[in-house]
Antibody, heavy 120, light 107 residues
Framework: EVQLVESGGGLVQPGRSLRLSCAASGFTFDDYAMHWVRQAPGKGLEWVSGISWNSGSIGYADSVKGRFTISRDNAKNSLYLQMNSLRAEDTALYYCAKDRSGWTHIFDYWGQGTLVTVSS | AIRMTQSPSSFSASTGDRVTITCRASQGISSYLAWYQQKPGKAPKLLIYAASTLQSGVPSRFSGSGSGTDFTLTISCLQSEDFATYYC?????????FGQGTKVEIK
């Protein structure tokens, strides 16, 4: 059974940093691209960032480019999102999502999310 | 960036109804479209990709159609567990983008 478990969320002041983690199990992690997708409270879904199986391809939404960094450790079956210079508009539930295959950006499994609140 | 627009934003329906949700892309995306279902407090679930291919395990009452700029998600016979919010998503070009969602409520 595919499991994705996010952690690292919390309350942080504007301008500070936070690092999210996603622990994956139930599939061959290094065969798949992985993504972060966020959802502001009461709002829709927004793709944040994606990373290919070997970290050779990486993409970011314009809203986070230059502030967020995605990475993965295939030996630890883990995905990360380093978030710097956080803003109030980054407040959201952050989901880790598995790519269906290759670099499709179809998200076939999702974690339950970790909540990031940016507020003074 | 490609913009995805869903209609309606919400509507009420009854169990057993046939319902259709529309998604329009701001430019052509071929068949690079997925549909997701999200229930309150839960993560989204992939229903359909490639505009009309049912994800494994998804009931056959769900179907998708369309190509280019106009797409539809149809639920042939609405069940109680189908009351949720539905999102379309294009993966034709960067950045991947979701529609604003369509909430299906109980009449």
């Amino acid at each position: 059974e595919v499991q994705l478990v996010e952690s690292g969320g919390g309350l942080v002041q504007p301008g500070r940093s936070l690092r999210l983690s996603c622990a994956a199990s139930g599939f061959t992690f290094d065969d798949y691209a992985m993504h972060w997708v966020r959802q502001a409270p009461g709002k829709g879904l927004e793709w944040v960032s994606g990373i290919s199986w070997n970290s050779g391809s990486i993409g970011y939404a314009d809203s986070v480019k230059g502030r967020f960094t995605i990475s993965r450790d295939n030996a630890k079956n883990s995905l990360y999102l380093q978030m710097n210079s956080l803003r109030a508009e980054d407040t959201a539930l952050y989901y880790c999502a598995k790519d269906r295959s290759g670099w499709t950006h179809i998200f076939d499994y999702w974690g339950q999310g970790t909540l990031v609140t940016v507020s003074s | 960036a490609i913009r995805m627009t869903q209609s309606p934003s919400s509507f009420s329906a009854s169990t057993g109804d046939r319902v259709t949700i529309t998604c329009r892309a701001s430019q052509g995306i071929s068949s690079y479209l997925a549909w997701y279902q999200q229930k309150p407090g839960k993560a989204p679930k992939l229903l359909i990709y490639a505009a009309s291919t049912l994800q494994s395990g998804v009931p056959s009452r769900f179907s998708g159609s369309g190509s280019g700029t106009d797409f539809t998600l149809t639920i042939s016979c609405l069940q109680s567990e189908d009351f949720a919010t539905y999102y379309c998503q294009q993966y034709y070009s960067y950045p991947p983008a979701f529609g604003q969602g369509t909430k299906v409520e109980i009449k």
